[in-house]
Structure formats: structure tokens, C-alpha cells
């Protein structure tokens, strides 16, 4: 069966977050769940990043551990690889989202990840880990769009929405986004559960999904469109 995919809107491991992390937990059918915690994005506090991450799901009751993928040599070196073929949930932590892809991009890492997910993993990320899931992200400084992952085919992600007007957003999308790409506005401590079609919104925070000239607001526990 394959796994789950969550996109978080980022401010990952913090109060607020804890029903959402415990329904990823119960997506990866393990009990406890293995979650493996992988700062890459975290360029200016991996160490912290992961830590924090590890404290959080153990808290919530799961067996975590951090896998300390910082440079593309660790995405391609086996020691690194083989922890993330047992986990239950992987989950990639916030930062850059230029030095997330450029390390996973085409990596071993990523052919084993995309097999544990095949097999039943969750793959979560947060804020970059989740904008690198897209078939497309806007780079933070340029405000360019660069072709992600492309896990989640014609969606992009735009973390830390919760301060966003919906109608002035739209604009700027209609305006800048490449066309028929579906941008994902999640909130903070919120997030997208399920695989294409199937996604439904968590957290404490919403998801506002535009399309076009189109927008519309989903609260947790609430299923997004099929055609997502």
C-alpha cells in the first residue's frame, strides 16, 4: 500500500502541532511509529532543527530518531540512506528550500525514500520540506518559479499563509504563477494529508487552495478537491 504525504505550512514541533503529528504517526500504521527526523533545510540550526523534532515525536509517544543529511555527499552515501528504509514517517524540517533541493534532487536518498513511501511510509515536510514536495516552488528572494520534486504533480506550495489575504494573494498568483498550477496556502502548525486526490486539511490552522481566479478556504478535517 502506499504511504501518505503531508504538507505543512512550517512552525513544525511546536504547541498546536501535536493532533496533526499524531494523525501522520497513525498513517504510517506503526505503533510506535518510527519517524526519522532530517534537517537538511535547517542551514543555520540543523542541529537544533532535528533535536527539537525528535523531543516533539517522542512526546507525542513515537521512536524518533534525526538523520543528519546536511550535503548532497550525505544523499548519496548508504549510511545515511539505509535508517530512512525502516521509518514509518520521514519528515524534513523547514529552512532553505534552494539547499533542500539541491541536496535530495536525483539523490540516492530520494530514489529510497520514494520506495519506502511505495511501501507505506509517510513523507512529511514543513514549510521548504513541503515546497520542494511540488512540481513547482517560487524561490524565496527571487520570487522566481524553479521546477521542485514534483511528488505532488501541478501543485505548489506556499507555507506560512495564515497572515495572507486570500483575495491580494490571488491577484499576485493570477499575475505570477505559472498557468493551471494549483498553489496550496497552508497555515502554520497546519497541514495537507493524503496523496493526490485524496487530501484532506489538518492542524489548527486552515488550507486555501487557489486555482486561477478561483479560491476557496478548507478547515482541518476537511476533504480538498479530487482533482488536487
Known amino acids: 500500500m502506499a504511504g501518505q504525504m503531508c504538507l505543512v505550512g512550517g512552525e513544525e514541533f511546536r504547541a498546536g502541532c501535536e493532533e496533526m503529528d499524531q494523525e501522520i504517526m497513525r498513517a504510517s500504521g506503526q505503533s510506535p511509529a518510527r519517524v526519522v527526523v532530517i534537517p537538511t533545510a535547517a542551514v543555520t540550526g540543523p542541529a537544533k532543527a532535528a533535536n527539537d523534532g525528535v523531543t516533539h515525536f517522542a512526546k507525542l509517544g513515537g521512536d524518533a530518531s534525526q538523520l543528519m543529511v546536511l550535503e548532497r555527499k550525505h544523499a548519496d552515501d548508504p549510511a545515511f540512506i539505509e535508517p530512512s528504509r525502516q521509518a514509518g514517517v520521514i519528515y524534513f524540517t523547514g529552512g532553505s528550500p534552494d539547499h533542500l533541493l539541491e541536496t535530495v534532487k536525483d539523490s540516492q536518498l530520494l530514489s529510497a525514500i520514494l520506495e519506502a513511501l511505495g511501501n507505506g511510509t509517510v513523507l512529511a515536510g514543513s514549510s521548504a520540506g513541503a515546497m520542494v514536495m511540488g512540481s513547482m516552488m517560487r524561490r524565496p528572494r527571487s520570487g522566481g518559479w524553479i521546477e521542485a520534486l514534483g511528488l505532488v504533480p501541478g501543485v505548489a506550495v506556499m507555507p506560512h499563509h495564515e497572515n495572507r489575504n486570500p483575495v491580494e494573494t490571488s491577484k499576485e498568483l493570477q499575475n ?45 478535517g476537511q476533504s480538498l478537491p479530487q482533482d488536487v
Open 176 to 220: 505570477q504563477a505559472p498557468a493551471d498550477l494549483t498553489v496550496l496556502g497552508i497555515d502554520a502548525r497546519s497541514g495537507c494529508l493524503g496523496s493526490p486526490g485524496h487530501w484532506k486539511a489538518v492542524g489548527s490552522g486552515k488550507v486555501t487552495v487557489y486555482r486561477g481566479a478561483d479560491w476557496q478556504v478548507y478547515q482541518s
